[in-house]
């Protein structure tokens, strides 16, 4: 086994199992994550408890679970996250990419929450479905406190009822070439987006805000556009995004995830 993935084998699995606290025997939803699965990020209602008991909850679960990839400050710099394309985000000084708030602003805990429940494909971020729901949304209010900005109003973006139809998805296409989405998404600066998973969401609403509000520290700019001409190009790439479920989509930090899953699960 290389070493890359001894080192997760121990880093990774001990940390989840401390936190399952119970005899957990396998990660069903992260083996099924590894494998190419796009899970559901959704909560089944609100964040339980009070802010407060979130907030230290949250911290004490970060320790064993997050900080040996995100560094004790978490600044990026954990052990395990060594060599990985993408590195490790620094969670205290840079916005996190996946929000429906402005870069400004702080993210919301439920984008927090989506994040660190379905991991982000085709990156060493995993994903945490396993863990009991109370401990993802007291994760996210832990990393939400550290992130910089102030607080503001999320966009909340209703998909109009035509939005998967023919003629949005052509005026959309064109709006991909002209607005230069298509020069830049050729796979080398940025991905080629019928070749790969995406990291967040095929979520209509989820891709109405990674396109207008763009994505903080990457090229993708924040794009002020009408939300008819916004919803077209939303139609257009969810069209061109490989099928879910597609096989032989899997990137190489998926497969290590598998064999990780696999490797450790005897020995648990
Ligand atoms: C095995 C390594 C690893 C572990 C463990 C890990 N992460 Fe990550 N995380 C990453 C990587 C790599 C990225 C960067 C992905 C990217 O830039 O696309 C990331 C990115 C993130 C982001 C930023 C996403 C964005 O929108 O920009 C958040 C939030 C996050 N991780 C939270 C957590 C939390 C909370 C935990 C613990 C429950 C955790 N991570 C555990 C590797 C890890
Ligand atoms: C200057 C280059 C550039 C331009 C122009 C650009 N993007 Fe991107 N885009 C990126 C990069 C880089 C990423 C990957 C960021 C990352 O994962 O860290 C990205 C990611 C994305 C994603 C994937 C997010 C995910 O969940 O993985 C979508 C969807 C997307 N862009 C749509 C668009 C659309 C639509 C346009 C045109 C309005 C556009 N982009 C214009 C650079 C660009």
Redesign the pocket.
């Known amino acids: 086994m290389p070493v890359r993935l001894l080192l997760l084998c121990a880093l990774l699995l001990p940390g989840a199992l401390a936190l399952a606290q119970a005899p957990a025997q396998d990660f069903p939803l992260l083996r099924a994550w590894a494998g190419g699965a796009e899970l559901d990020g959704e909560p089944s209602g609100p964040p339980p408890g009070s802010h407060e008991e979130r907030l230290a909850r949250g911290k004490e679960l970060f320790g064993p679970t997050c900080v040996r990839c995100h560094g004790f400050d978490a600044r990026g710099g954990g052990a395990a996250g060594y060599g990985m394309e993408?590195r490790p985000a620094n969670l205290a000084d840079q916005p996190v990419?996946?929000r429906s708030t402005p870069a400004s602003a702080k993210p919301t805990e439920l984008d927090l929450f989506r994040t660190i429940t379905r991991g982000?494909?085709?990156?060493g971020m995993p994903a945490y479905a396993d863990l009991p729901e109370a401990d993802r949304w007291a994760l996210a209010a832990y990393v939400r406190s550290l992130q910089p900005g102030s607080d503001a109003e999320p966009l909340a973006p209703t998909p109009p009822p035509d939005l998967d139809t023919a003629p949005r998805i052509t005026r959309?296409g064109k709006?991909?070439a002209a607005?230069?989405?298509?020069?830049?998404?050729t796979g080398a600066?940025?991905?080629d987006?019928a070749k790969?998973?995406?990291?967040?969401?095929?979520a209509p609403a989820?891709?109405y805000a990674?396109?207008t509000l763009?994505?903080p520290?990457?090229?993708?700019?924040p794009?002020a556009?009408p939300a008819g001409d916004l919803w077209d190009?939303?139609a257009?790439?969810r069209s061109i995004?490989p099928a879910p479920g597609s096989q032989g989509i899997h990137t190489q930090e998926q497969e290590a995830m598998t064999q990780v899953i696999d490797s450790c699960a005897n020995n648990l």
């Open positions: 993408p990419k996946f982000l494909h085709g990156t959309g709006l991909f607005e230069g989405c298509a020069a830049c998404h600066a940025a991905p987006l790969r998973i995406p990291k967040r969401s095929r989820e891709l990674t396109i763009g994505l520290g990457t090229a993708m700019a794009r556009l190009l939303v257009y790439v995004l």
